[in-house]
């Protein structure tokens, strides 16, 4: 169980402005789960964040939502919970090298840095052309 001002600092950074540092965040739950329900709220509000953000290595892009539902699912583990998370139309984590091919194919400048990563998986997503998928986590 965090403390309060654990508890404090933790929803300041999954409810920071830039999605890096929410992703940050997540990432370090997935990590290691807090096991403190009261952390539930803030990672949910995230299902519906379709912001890019570095998902893994190898270098993988995905949203800050494919993030938080695999931080509630680990959460729920740690905390012995047998509850499944489901998410629906979410963008599949790509490799850097997937999502280099999918931008060139739509005329996309793209190179290997991570801001041009970033920005064209913004694009794609906006343009509806990444693969989506259901991800369903149970026990």
Same mark, same amino acid.
């Given at each position: 169980?965090? /403390?309060?001002?654990?508890?404090? =600092? /933790?929803?300041?950074?999954?409810?920071?402005?830039?999605?890096? =540092?929410?992703?940050?965040?997540?990432?370090?739950?997935?990590?290691?789960?807090?096991?403190?329900?009261?952390?539930?709220?803030?990672?949910?509000?995230?299902?519906?964040? =379709?912001?890019?953000?570095?998902?893994?290595?190898?270098? $993988?892009?995905?949203?800050?939502?494919?993030?938080?539902?695999?931080?509630?699912?680990?959460?729920?583990?740690?905390?012995?919970?047998?509850?499944?998370?489901?998410?629906?139309?979410?963008?599949?984590?790509?490799?850097?090298?997937?999502?280099?091919?999918?931008?060139? $194919?739509?005329?996309?400048?793209?190179?290997? /840095?991570?801001?041009?990563?970033?920005?064209?998986?913004?694009?794609?997503?906006?343009?509806?052309?990444?693969?989506?998928? /259901?991800?369903?986590? $149970?026990?």
């Amino acid at each position: 169980m965090y /403390t309060d001002s654990e508890l404090a =600092e /933790t929803v300041a950074a999954l409810q920071d402005p830039d999605p890096s =540092e929410r992703a940050a965040m997540l990432k370090a739950l997935w990590a290691w789960p807090s096991q403190d329900e009261r952390l539930l709220p803030h990672i949910a509000g995230l299902l519906n964040d =379709e912001s890019p953000c570095i998902f893994g290595t190898p270098l $993988r892009m995905a949203e800050v939502r494919w993030l938080a539902a695999r931080v509630i699912f680990a959460e729920f583990k740690a905390q012995q919970r047998q509850e499944s998370v489901r998410l629906e139309g979410a963008i599949k984590p790509l490799k850097d090298d997937e999502l280099a091919a999918l931008a060139k $194919r739509a005329g996309i400048d793209c190179d290997s /840095t991570l801001p041009a990563l970033l920005s064209a998986f913004a694009e794609l997503q906006r343009l509806g052309q990444l693969p989506t998928t /259901t991800l369903e986590l $149970r026990l």
